[in-house]
């Protein structure tokens, strides 16, 4: 019972806060240095001082101005004094958390077994008990006397927790605990000799923090009330959904979390550079564009005709494609060209990459083209303010035929004033995509369609729909003006003119002349009155400001002129500015090259000769035309009276690919002819020629070995079909004799003699058949016969010539 009404009779009482008198943390905070005052009790009766030892060092430490009598162990064989060293327990060099267990409390002489273990810890509860019974009344007496209850019931309570709990009993802060804490700070801020000391100071308070924490516990433990703790429980069944989840552990949703993480960040590419830098520059220099400016038509000062409105409104719309076309979209693209060099994009998903651009860019052309159907439908619909309204259309009654009509009229007005909405569309649809730009010869990207920013078609329908509204309802109040005209109908339909025919075919008196006469002059004078109303107001403001305009052209003329050197000038840099950028990627292009040439280093496989001439070809085309683009380049710089640049590269790369050129072609030429002399038909094998061509690679490929002599796959190949060329002269004795066009059927008789079998040639006779023969000991007489047949073949060749001649 002493025990609940210490624990509980400062916590109950009404309007006070014990809170404040419990123990705070100073903002300066240093290491304690314990008292060697020992406490006024022993939680352990059976440890005597000689167990404990006897080194003790003095500290003083003030918790709300009372004084504190705790101590750590004395000496206990150097083995506890170790536990609360207050040297660094960490090393950032250190593989991992610690986990060594500290030693025992305890001497290390004395058993510990359970019921040894367990006395103690009773021994321990009943000294604490004993403690809080035997409160001494000295304290209470250096007390304050003006104190309340409550505060004094907190000051008791504090006294227990520095006197009542000796450190030696309190388990130790473990240095995996600590090395865990460290191993949240970075590296540097780890290692920093600098912060040497700030990060011992800062383990020496987390590890003062932790005794008060652990002795406070140890005290609450003792002084709850069963009753608050069976409220506690029953309190935390009551718990929200959302925090029941959050107690689960470990988390059921982490493997996703952790999946999600890894999923965007490589595929999240909204944070970009590349796009991040679009993203900045569009909301800086185009977030208030707008493809129709309010300002061009609010500026206006007079009612306006439609074709001056249509005018202006075509004006703005060109001037804003201008901006996206030749401003902002090349600027884009030297953005995307500037992130490749810095290695910013990401070639593994290149596609998915310029996607996600390809979507940002369209969401930046949406929001551009929504406000600007906004701003241009709020031009209409939006009440006139003081500051700022659009002045109004020009509208003229005119007589067509026998009708009085409006010019322009209600249509011509919706035509040209709805049209502007799909204009706006439409401009905001026009930009190419660009990646179709930057690789221009992919044929993937390049016909890729423009980019393409959504509008519902509902609201673009229902923005027309009001403005069409604005302009019907607008069209009432001349319409109203014109009934005012009704009673000159007659005049307007030309009846007046019928009638007075009539009535002059007929006989009247001349008082009905005279009365006719009168209602014509009544109707003249009426019209003269309102002609000579508008007389008086035909000179407008409008009217006078054309004609002010009209007279003041000169003096613009000097403006206009300086505005279109402006021009010339802001056209000029922007064409410099594109030749920049073209000749650097230009360079780049050519170390691309210089990359591929490169790779036919490595090509070694004569299997794979036809894929290696593609490559070659296809590289060589591109450095002819790398020429033509020099060539456009130094035009350019004449044009700008610029240096011409040189681009040395260009050559040396075409003379590196020549002779890998060279090799490809010509070991692919003496495969296909090869083939052909050894299979082909005896009519399409002409001697000399083969021998000729034979030749001719065979020359080839030994100045390519010397000029691949230190570049082994290459080398190998040459060497290898330049042996296969030599294998093939050795046949051309062969052909010289078998293949000559002059043997006969008796030339052909006498060799199937000297063979022993028949030689003369079918339709499937070929060179490959004639080796399979081994006639090569009969080589030397049938180049014999060969050579007699050669002269017996030119002698009718002449003969036929003179035989010709002497016809003629």
Known sequence: RAIMEVGTRGYNKKGEDPLRWLPS??????????QDVSPEFKLFPGVTKEMIGAEQRPHTNTVSGLPSLLRPPANKGRQLASRHSRSRSWDPNRPGPSSTKHPQAL???QPSPLPATHKRREDFRHALVKMIMNYPAEEEETADGDLSANEKDTLRYLYYIQRGIDTEHVAPMEDSWLEHVMSLLHQKLRTSPRLASLLEKLCDEMRDDYLLGVKKSIVDFVLRDPHQVEVKRSSSTKQLPHRQELDVVPKPWNK??????????????VTNPVLTQVLNDWYRDLSKERLIHKETLFGHPEPMELNVFQS????????TKHILHKKWFPEVQNI???????KQVPFAHLDAYFESGAVLMTNLLRELTLDSITEYEGIFCSKPKLVGYFPGFIISAVINGTRLEFEPSVGGFEVVVLNAFDKIVEIGSSLPRVESKLYPSESAYAARPNLHPYVDPNALKEAKKKVAQVIQDSMQKPKDHVLLFEKFNPLISRQAEEDIKQFLSEEHSFLEYEQLVMQYENIIKELQYDIGKV??????KSDIYLNQETFNWHNRIPKIFEEHEEIVKQSQKEAEDGLKLRRERFLSELEGYAKQIEEFETFGDLQEIQRYLKKGQ???????????????????????DWERTQYPLRNKLYNTLDPYYKLYETITEFQTKSDLWMDGPMSGVDPDQVENEAGGMWRALYKLEKTFSENPNPLKMAQKVKGRVDEFKELLPLIGALFNPGLRERHWMKMSELAGRELMPTIDSNLRSYIEMNLDQYLEQFEAISEAASKEHSLEKAMEKMISEWDD
């Open 618 to 640: 296809a590289l060589r085309t591109k450095l002819e035309e790398a020429q033509t683009k020099i060539e456009g380049f130094n035009s350019e710089e004449d044009a700008f």
């Open 256 to 269: 996703s979390v952790v999946q999600a993480y890894e999923s965007i960040s490589v595929k999240l590419f």
């Open 336 to 342: 995307f060209y500037n992130g490749n060099k810095r």
């Open 535 to 540: 007389s008086h107001s035909t000179l407008s």
């Open 107 to 109: 001497p290390s002489h």
């Open 25 to 34: 943390l100073p903002q300066k905070r240093t290491k304690p240095d314990w």
């Open 312 to 319: 202006l409104v075509t004006k703005d719309l060109e001037t």
